[in-house]
């Protein structure tokens, strides 16, 4: 699957202030997009808008050539974006497995109430929703867990619920905020490599994280946002080399 993202000339302004700037950029190759730069470059602005919860003040963002500008967050999930958030976001009480239900239930296609009445019809469809649901689970390397509370599991695994219920969603694009923050080193090195199985499956991976050396490790294409703006584009050794990135984000320590 190729995933055509393109930002067009994107801005957002709060008052006289700019969190995205004119920003463009046009993306159809899949993999794992490293998006990084320092706080408040605009990485989670940038990730709202393009989940629907930002509107755009200027400029047009379009996937597979649909037009997503003025579209709500459940339309542009429909579409084929959906996300995780930097807080963690699971449903505590709510089994693991019915966390990664919950999204092809809203879609319908689940059906609880034809389930609780046992048509037999709707029945069937639950079930198969069911297993595809343990399917991602085991997708994500927590199938064991299908039946327990998703507030009971150690934080790195519930962040693979998040990623489950997103990928349950069957996006183009998937968006990343902060995935590793709170991880262990050897956790987040599981997950990176997650990342890198998701995109081998065809789902285009937008990752915003601070973690630069993971970013660098398993992305394909890296843009670097400093206020707002574009600073630099391109591979991991590109970017990395870029005396702009070094000074504004990176530090001495890349030279």
């Not at 709060?14 to 990084?36: N, R, T």
């Not at 709202?48 to 649909?66: M, Y």
């Not at 709510?94 to 239930?105: A, M």
């Not at 584009?233 to 890349?254: F, I, K, Q």
Request: glycine share 10%; with cysteine.
């Amino acid at each position: 699957m190729s995933c055509a993202l393109k930002v067009s000339s994107a801005t957002v302004r709060y008052g006289g202030v700019a969190a995205i700037d004119d920003l463009s950029f046009h993306h159809e190759d899949g993999g794992v997009v490293g998006l990084i730069g320092p706080n408040g470059a605009g990485k989670t602005t940038l990730l709202n808008v393009l989940s629907g919860a930002v509107r755009l003040t200027t400029g047009k963002i379009s996937l597979q050539g649909r037009d997503l500008t003025s579209r709500k967050p459940h339309q542009i999930a429909r579409l084929g974006i959906t996300r995780t958030f930097q807080n963690l976001q699971v449903f505590g009480s709510l089994s693991v497995l019915d966390n990664v239900l919950l999204p092809r239930v809203a879609r319908g296609w689940a059906t609880a109430v034809g389930d609780m009445v046992l048509l037999p019809q709707a029945h069937r469809k639950v079930q198969a929703e069911r297993a595809r649901a343990l399917d991602l689970l085991d997708r994500v390397g927590i199938a064991e867990y299908a039946k327990q509370p998703a507030g009971s599991l150690p934080y790195g695994l519930q962040r693979r619920v998040e990623i489950a219920r997103a990928l349950a969603g069957d996006p183009e694009l998937i968006l990343l905020d902060e995935p590793l923050a709170g991880l262990s080193a050897s956790e987040s090195v599981d997950l990176t490599e997650l990342f890198t199985k998701v995109s081998t499956e065809g789902i285009t991976v937008l990752l915003v994280e601070h973690d630069v050396a993971s970013v660098l490790s398993v992305s394909k294409r890296v843009l670097v946002l400093d206020h707002g703006r574009l600073l630099a584009d391109g591979t991991p050794d590109e970017v990395s080399a870029d005396p702009a990135v070094r000074a504004a984000y990176l530090g001495e320590e890349w030279t």
